[in-house]
C-alpha cells in the first residue's frame, strides 16, 4: 500500500550491477506457520568495492545477517521497506542472512505462498525478494542450489530447480530434498514446491542421445488430465530441435499445476509452474480452445529455455526480447502443429481487439517500455503480441534462412548472458546483412501506424502509393516512419498471381513481394500487366498496422472468394462486415432502417458451403468481428447501437441462410471426425447451432439438449449456451443440471461462471452480483475472479450501463481485490482505459469512478494504471 507518489523507474538510468553473486546456497525450513530462509552466497565487485551493497528484499523479517562468518551488528546496515543496505563490504565475500517470511498469509500469490495447502513460488518479475533478501534484477545471475525441508506427510514432494543431488529423512517426521541447478539464472526464474503431489512421467530423447526424465505434477484427482500436456512437451521438444536446431539442457523437466496463479504459467528452471488452466484437460471436461490454449502455453514455457533462460533479459525493459521471442515461437509451434492460416487469423484478432486499443489509449508504450512504476504491469499484450509481430516481420523482412542465422548467431553471441533488444537486432543484422537501423524504431515508438494505400492503373502499368502516419501517444508526440514490410501480390480475373515487374528493383521477377515501406510517402509501380489487377495487399498481416485502402466492395468480394492467401480471403469478409455495421450504427442514429447486404450474404454461403476449405476457416469467417472491435471504429462509442446492429446482422444472415445451417449442421454431426478434423469440424457445428438459434429455437433446443448430454466439453458448452441464449425454464435447468454435475471440478465451473457474465440478454450485472455469494466462488482465486469479474468487464452492453451501475460494481471489486491481489486488481482496472472512447455521460460516470479509486489507498499496480488512464 502506497501513501506517496511511488517512484517511476527509466531504462535510460540503467546502471551494471556494483556488485555480482556467483553461487547461491538457499535453505527453506516450510511450516504452516512460518517459513526460515536461509542464504549464503558469494559476491564479487565489479568495480572497486567502495560502494555500499544494496539488496532488495519486501515483507521480510530479517534473523541475522553476516559477511565471512561475521555477524553483522546493526550499525553496518540499514534495512528499509523495500531493502538493505551494507554501508561497506570486501571486494570478494561470503555473505549469508536468514529471514522469516509467512507464506501462509501471502494473497498476492508474488513469491513463497500456498495454493491449495501446497507451497509453491512466482518470482517473475521481482517476486524473489519476497523470498529472501538478494539483487533481484535479471542481470544478475547465479548457480543455485537449494535445499527444502518439510514435514513429509504434509509435504512429500520436495521440488526446485535443476536435478535432485540428495533427499533424507529428518528429525520429528520431517525430510529434506537438494537441487542443484548447473546453469546459470537470474532470480526470477528461481522455484519452489512442495505438497501432495502425484505425477505421470514420460521420457524424451534429445537429438544427441540424451534421455531426459518428464513429469507433471497434479493433485491426485488430477492425475487422468495430463495427457494432451505431456504429448504437446514432446512435441515441443521435438520442434525447436528440428527448426531451430535447440536442444534441452537439463535432465529433468517437470511442470506443476496449480489452481491460484496470477497468470499462465512460469518458465521457471526446469520446474515450470503452471495454472491448472493451462494443463489439465480431457474431452469430458476441457474445450478445443482449452486443448490448444495448453499447446500453446506448454510450448511457449519450454521455448522460454533457450530464449528467455540460457538467454536472458539485462533489465526489464527489456522484457520484449524473450516474450515477443517466445510468443512468435509458441505462434510457429502451433501453426505447424494445426491449421497455419487458422491460427493466423487467431492471433491477427487478438491484436486487433486488444493490442490496438492499448496501444489508441492512456497506458500506450512501445514493446521495449522507457519507465514503469510496477514492471508487473508490463507484462501487456503490447510487450507479447506485438512483439511477437515485430520478430515475424524480421523473418518476413529477412527469410525464413535468414532469420535462422540470426537467430543462431544470437545464441553464438549470448548464451549464458543477460542482453537487450538491441543485441538480438544486432544479431538480425549482422547475420544476414541486411540494415535494420529504421526497423530499430519498432522498439522505440508506441502507436499503431496508419498505413493508407491508393492505387492506380493505366496503360498496363499498376502504382501503388503508401504511405503512413503514426498518431501520438502518452510522452511522444512526433513520431518516425517505420520500416513496415508489406507483403503483396496482384490477382487478374481468375484470381492467379500476376508476374510483378517492380520499376526500379534488381531482384528477380515473382508473383509475390515483400516491399519495403521506410518513408512517410512512397510509391511502387509495377508495368507490364496485361490486365486490370486487384492487389492483395498486407498477405497474412505481414505488419500490425491499420490499413486504409482504396479497394472497393467488389474487390472485397472477389477477394473473399479468390484471394490464394487464406488469411486475405477471411480479412475481406471481416472489411465487408465491418463497413456494413458501421454504415448500420449511423443509420440507426438518424432513424433508417437496416437492409441486408446481399454481396456479403452470399459471401458468407458459399463459404459455408465451400468444403474444399477447413471447416474451422469456414467458421471463423462466419463469425462476425467483435463488438469490441467495431467500437475502436468510431469516434464515440455507442455500445447499445453496435450490439443492436451486430445482433441484427446475425438474424439477418440466420433468415437468408436458414437452409445451408440446418443442412451443414446435420451433415456435419453426422460425420465420424478423425483427431485430425474432429475439433474444426465441431467449429463449424457450434457456429451453425448458434446460427440456427437466431431463427428455429424448436430444433436449436433440440439439438442443444443433445449436445448438452454428450460426454464432451466443447460441445455441452455450445449446447448450454444455446439453451442459455433462448432465456427459457431449459436454459436455467441446463445451469443448474451443470454445476450440480461439475461442482468439485474448478475449471469447469469457471466456464459456468464465464457464460453468465457474459450474456448479453437479461440483467446480466444483478446475476453476477449474486454469483460473487456463490459458494463456488472465491475472490482470492484469479481464475474466478477473471471468469466472473473480467468477463463481465469485457461484456460491453452490460459494463457499460447508461446508469453507470457497471461501473460502479467493478471499481468496487477493484478496491476490494487491490488489498488481497493487487496485480489481479490493477488487471482489472485496465477495464477503464478507453474511458476517452464514449459518450461524454458515460465519460463522467467512469472518470468518477477512477477519481473514488485514486483517493483510496493503492497499490503502486493499480495506482499506476488508474493514474494513467486520468492522465
Ligand atoms: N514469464 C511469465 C510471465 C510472468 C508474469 C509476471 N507478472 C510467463 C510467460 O510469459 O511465459
Ligand atoms: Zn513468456
Redesign the pocket.
Known amino acids: 500500500m502506497q501513501g506517496a507518489q511511488p517512484e517511476v523507474k527509466y531504462l535510460k538510468d540503467y546502471k551494471q550491477p556494483d556488485y555480482l553473486i556467483s553461487d547461491v546456497a538457499l535453505t527453506f525450513k516450510l511450516d504452516e506457520t512460518e517459513t526460515l530462509v536461509s542464504a549464503k552466497m558469494n559476491l564479487n565487485a565489479t568495480g572497486d568495492a567502495s560502494q555500499p551493497l544494496r539488496l532488495d528484499g519486501e515483507k521480510l523479517e530479517l534473523l541475522s545477517l553476516s559477511i565471512n562468518g561475521q555477524l553483522l551488528n546493526q550499525d553496518q546496515y540499514a534495512v528499509d521497506d523495500e531493502g538493505l543496505t551494507i554501508h561497506s563490504v570486501p571486494a570478494e565475500f561470503v555473505l549469508e542472512s536468514q529471514v522469516r517470511i509467512h507464506p501462509e498469509t501471502n494473497t498476492e500469490l508474488?513469491g513463497l505462498y500456498q495454493s491449495s495447502g501446497n507451497f509453491c513460488t512466482?518470482c517473475?518479475?521481482e517476486?524473489f525478494r519476497k523470498i529472501t533478501y538478494y539483487q533481484d534484477r535479471p542481470d544478475v545471475m547465479a548457480k543455485f542450489i537449494t535445499r527444502v525441508e518439510g514435514d513429509k506427510s504434509r509435504y512429500p514432494v520436495l521440488l526446485s530447480n535443476g536435478n535432485l543431488i540428495e533427499q533424507g529423512e529428518l528429525d520429528g517426521g520431517r525430510h529434506f530434498a537438494t537441487w542443484q541447478d548447473p546453469f546459470v539464472k537470474p532470480a526470477?526464474l528461481f522455484a519452489l514446491v512442495a505438497g501432495q503431489l502425484e505425477f505421470i512421467q514420460d521420457s524424451y530423447t534429445t537429438i544427441s542421445g540424451r534421455e531426459v526424465d518428464l513429469r507433471i505434477y497434479v493433485e491426485s484427482q488430477n492425475i487422468d488430465k495430463c495427457d494432451h500436456a505431456m504429448e504437446s512437451l514432446k512435441k515441443s521438444m521435438k520442434w525447436d530441435e528440428d527448426t531451430f536446431g535447440l536442444e534441452y539442457d537439463l535432465d529433468i523437466y517437470m511442470i506443476v499445476a496449480v489452481n491460484d496463479f496470477?497468470?499462465?504459467?512460469?518458465?521457471n528452471k526446469g520446474l515450470n509452474v503452471f495454472n491448472s488452466k493451462f494443463v489439465l484437460a480431457k474431452p469430458e471436461t476441457a474445450t478445443d480452445t482449452d486443448y490448444e490454449g495448453i499447446e500453446g502455453?506448454i510450448g511457449?514455457?519450454y521455448f522460454?529455455n533457450w530464449t528467455?533462460n540460457r538467454v536472458t533479459c539485462r533489465d526489464w525493459f527489456q522484457l520484449s526480447l524473450?516474450?515477443g521471442l517466445?510468443?512468435f515461437r509458441d505462434q510457429e509451434f502451433s501453426s505447424d502443429m494445426n491449421a497455419r492460416s487458422v491460427k493466423r487469423i487467431e492471433d491477427v484478432a487478438v491484436v486487433r481487439a486488444h493490442q490496438f486499443p492499448e496501444d489508441d489509449g492512456p497506458m500506450s508504450h512501445p514493446i521495449r517500455p522507457a519507465s514503469y512504476i510496477e514492471?508487473?504491469n508490463f507484462?501487456t499484450v503490447t510487450v507479447?503480441q506485438k512483439g511477437g509481430e515485430v520478430i515475424r516481420m524480421y523473418q518476413t523482412l529477412l527469410g525464413k534462412d535468414g532469420f535462422r542465422k540470426g537467430m543462431d548467431l544470437y545464441f553464438k553471441r549470448h548464451d549464458g548472458q543477460a542482453v537487450t533488444c538491441d543485441d538480438f537486432l544486432s544479431a538480425m543484422q549482422d547475420a544476414t546483412g541486411v540494415d535494420l537501423s529504421r526497423f530499430s524504431r519498432w522498439y522505440a515508438q508506441a502507436g499503431t501506424p496508419r498505413l493508407t494505400v491508393r492505387s492506380e492503373f493505366a496503360n498496363g502499368t499498376f502504382s501503388l502509393k503508401v504511405s503512413q502516419a503514426t498518431p501520438a501517444t502518452p510522452g511522444q508526440e512526433e513520431k518516425l516512419p517505420f520500416h513496415i514490410p508489406l507483403r503483396f501480390a496482384l490477382l487478374d480475373g481468375q484470381g492467379n498471381r500476376m508476374p510483378l515487374n517492380l520499376q526500379g528493383s534488381d531482384k528477380p521477377v515473382t508473383d509475390e513481394l515483400v516491399l519495403d515501406v521506410l518513408e512517410a510517402e512512397q510509391t511502387f509501380v509495377f508495368s507490364g500487366l496485361a490486365e486490370k489487377p486487384v492487389p492483395s495487399l498486407l498477405r497474412g498481416f505481414s505488419a500490425p498496422v491499420i490499413m486504409d485502402s482504396d479497394l472497393t466492395d467488389q474487390d472485397q468480394l472477389f477477394l473473399a472468394a479468390n484471394d490464394d492467401d487464406e488469411f486475405n480471403r477471411w480479412e475481406a469478409i471481416q472489411q465487408l462486415a465491418i463497413n456494413w455495421m458501421l454504415d448500420g450504427v449511423a443509420k440507426l442514429a438518424k432513424g433508417e432502417s437496416l437492409q441486408r447486404p446481399q454481396g456479403l450474404v452470399e459471401a458468407l454461403a458459399k463459404t459455408l458451403v465451400d468444403e474444399s476449405l477447413n471447416p474451422a476457416l469456414r467458421a471463423l469467417a462466419l463469425g462476425l468481428p467483435a463488438e469490441s472491435v467495431l467500437a475502436e471504429k468510431m469516434d464515440v462509442v455507442d455500445p447499445d447501437a453496435i450490439h443492436q446492429v451486430r445482433s441484427w446482422l446475425r438474424q439477418d444472415i440466420a433468415t437468408a441462410m436458414t437452409e445451408q445451417f440446418k443442412a451443414t449442421y446435420l451433415k456435419l454431426a453426422e460425420i465420424e471426425p478423425t483427431a485430425d478434423n474432429a475439433s474444426s469440424v465441431r467449429r463449424l457445428k457450434n457456429c451453425c447451432l448458434g446460427y440456427l438459434t437466431k431463427i428455429d429455437s424448436q430444433l436449436a433446443t433440440e439439438k442443444a439438449q443433445v449436445q448438452f448430454a454428450e460426454p464432451n466439453m466443447t460441445n455441452v458448452m455450445a449446447g448450454m449456451s444455446v439453451l442459455v441464449d433462448l432465456n427459457g425454464a431449459a436454459g436455467e435447468q441446463a445451469l443448474v443440471d451443470f454445476y450440480a454435475k461439475w461442482q468439485a471440478d474448478p475449471l469447469v465451473t469457471d466456464k459456468w461462471f464465464m457464460l453468465q457474465a457474459s450474456a448479453g440478454e437479461g440483467d446480466t450485472l444483478a446475476k453476477v452480483k449474486g454469483l460473487l455469494e456463490h459458494k463456488g466462488f472465491d475472490i482470492r482465486n484469479p481464475n474466478k475472479v477473471r471468469s466472473l469479474i473480467g468477463v463481465f468487464a469485457r461484456n460491453q452492453v452490460h459494463f457499460h450501463r447508461a446508469d453507470g451501475e457497471g461501473y460502479r460494481f467493478i471499481a468496487d471489486r477493484i478496491l476490494e481485490l487491490d488489498a488481497i491481489n493487487p496485480?489481479i486488481a490493477a488487471r482489472l482496472a485496465g477495464s477503464f482505459l478507453r474511458w476517452k472512447k464514449f459518450d461524454s455521460d458515460r465519460q463522467k460516470l467512469m472518470k468518477a469512478e477512477m477519481e473514488r479509486m485514486v483517493a483510496a489507498k493503492l497499490s503502486k499496480n493499480t495506482y499506476e494504471i488508474i493514474s494513467k488512464s486520468l492522465a
Open positions: 508474488e512466482q517473475e518479475a517476486g526470477y496470477n497468470m499462465g504459467a512460469m518458465e502455453v511457449h514455457e522460454h528467455g524473450k516474450e517466445t510468443v514492471m508487473n507484462y507479447y496485480q
